[in-house]
T-cell receptor, first 111, second 113 residues
Framework: NAGVTQTPKFQVLKTGQSMTLQCAQD?????MSWYRQDPGMGLRLIHY???????DQGEVPNGYNVSRSTTEDFPLRLLSAAPSQTSVYFC??????????FGSGTRLTVV | AQKITQTQPGMFVQEKEAVTLDCTYD???????LFWYKQPSSGEMIFLIY??????QNATEGRYSLNFQKARKSANLVISASQLGDSAMYFC??????????FGTGTSLTVIP
């Protein structure tokens, strides 16, 4: 099915570990982004990309890295996990000016 | 500054009644889009409805309509004939010219049988 595929759906990390959340879309969307969702705070933008080779920081970028080597893929790397990064992470993509298509989310717990 | 405000953390509505979820926004851009998303307890984000800043008519999608008042900078979601399956979190979002989306903090809607 066409859409945004996020993996894994669930992950538990120990403090200090690193990992990569995967995101892939097959709709040829140029715009991709990563959000984290925390109770009472809505969705906060971590990083975004307007096309292959171009990335930029959002509202809460610290502790996260991204790259966009292809139009389809936009992985999010946690460099050294901290309990404050316990959250639900969403990847989303869109055409410019259109609404988002969201991935199904990754529930991350850092212990 | 770009900002979306949802002032209702939680709302209750009787089944088959209509409900309005409030959303106000702030932007200096002339061209922008307004969106509503539904997030059921299963967690996925579902697109509901879109309104462009230059659209003269309010958007409608089935039981959903967007009450767009540009001068007041409000974009309220109206759900008619509420159903039990409408119980969910609802997020208002704005996309100004710069491509980034801005989300509100959400409203939790509970439909009472």
């Amino acid at each position: 099915n066409a859409g945004v595929t996020q993996t894994p759906k669930f992950q538990v990390l120990k403090t200090g570990q690193s990992m990569t959340l995967q995101c892939a879309q097959d709709m040829n969307h140029e715009y991709m982004s990563w959000y984290r969702q925390d109770p009472g705070m809505g969705l906060r933008l971590i990083h975004y990309s307007v096309g292959a080779g171009i990335t930029d920081q959002g509202e809460v970028p610290n502790g996260y890295n991204v790259s966009r080597s292809t139009t389809e893929d936009f992985p999010l790397r946690l460099l050294s996990a901290a309990p404050s990064q316990t959250s639900v992470y969403f990847c989303a993509s869109s055409y410019q000016g259109h609404g988002y298509t969201f991935g199904s989310g990754t529930r991350l717990t850092v212990v | 500054a770009q900002k979306i405000t949802q002032t209702q953390p939680g709302m209750f509505v009787q089944e088959k009644e209509a409900v309005t979820l409030d959303c106000t926004y702030d932007t200096s851009d002339q061209s922008y889009g307004l969106f509503w998303y539904k997030q059921p307890s299963s967690g996925e984000m579902i697109f509901l409805i879109y309104q462009g800043s230059y659209d003269e008519q309010n958007a409608t999608e089935g039981r959903y309509s967007l009450n767009f008042q540009k001068a007041r900078k409000s974009a309220n979601l109206v759900i008619s004939a509420s159903q039990l399956g409408d119980s969910a979190m609802y997020f208002c979002a704005m996309r100004p010219a710069g491509n980034q989306f801005y989300f509100g903090t959400g409203t939790s809607l509970t439909v009472i049988p």
